[in-house]
């Protein structure tokens, strides 16, 4: 009875360390849901979780006409749910969005950064297949291939290319179906091993698409990682919808966290916490 009660207590205590070291904290929560039509700003404080919520938006369109909106009226985009989902971000057009929010040590706590969200993306209403929706990290314009961003986009087709400061850093363009799912996970560390702030000198990248795209935390697929230009306190997060005529995508479910590594000291005094136990234990 003895060793059983024993047992207990360090499965307990363990379990308690892991999730001690392993929980995240929500820097910021979108789901875009609005009960009106709108901009991207519109009632931020209904759709929004996290320490740094509200977080507003910076939006624009590269063409006339363009743009992004909330509420969009059951617009299809290929989102689940069809045409009777609208709980996204509608861009079209050559529509831009970029939240506002500027990164850095303050707001990440030292630790990596998990920027997940859901990319609804293809040939749809007509567009070529050629025609792309982007991700960026950086400052300004969120096109991908500006200078200084890190950041990638998807064409209706499934191809998909990975950018770094103007370069081409993973063509995947020519690749038909080379995406599978409409869930993306950004990752950025300060350290190759995916922990550590990615504003204290060099910064890490890992990008995932989701096999699942309804759960950011399960069956990623990992894409490209690498060592990207170093992100500064103002970098951003931001979305651009590129192409001719009635082109259309969706961004739905976004989630910042940011991502503390294993405490070796927490560790550490949990260890020498079990053995405490155990040798009381044993002396009884």
Known sequence: MKKTFLNVIVATSVLAVAQTVSAQTAILTDNFTVTSGGDANNQLSA????????????????????????????????????????DYLLLYNGGWVQNDLAFNDTVDGGNALSISFNLYQGAYNGQPSTDWTSFSLGLG?????????????????GGMQVFNGGSDVDNQSATVGYVTSDGWTVIVSGNANGTGSPFDGTTYVSLYNNSDPADSETGLGLVYT????ALSAGDEVGWLNYGSGYNESGIANLDIQ????????????????LLALMRRFRRA
């Open 47 to 86: 759709r929004q979780t996290g320490t740094e919520a509200p977080s507003s938006y910076s939006q624009g369109s590269i063409y006339s006409g363009g743009g992004d909106q909330t509420g969009n009226g059951g617009t299809y985009v290929g989102q689940p749910g069809g045409a009777a989902n609208s």
């Open 141 to 157: 314009n969120p096109a991908p291939n500006d200078a200084g961003n890190f950041g990638f986009l998807v064409q209706g087709n």
């Open 226 to 229: 690498g060592q990207i230009n």
């Open 258 to 273: 940011a991502v503390p590594e294993p405490s070796a000291a927490m560790l550490g005094a949990g260890g020498l916490g």
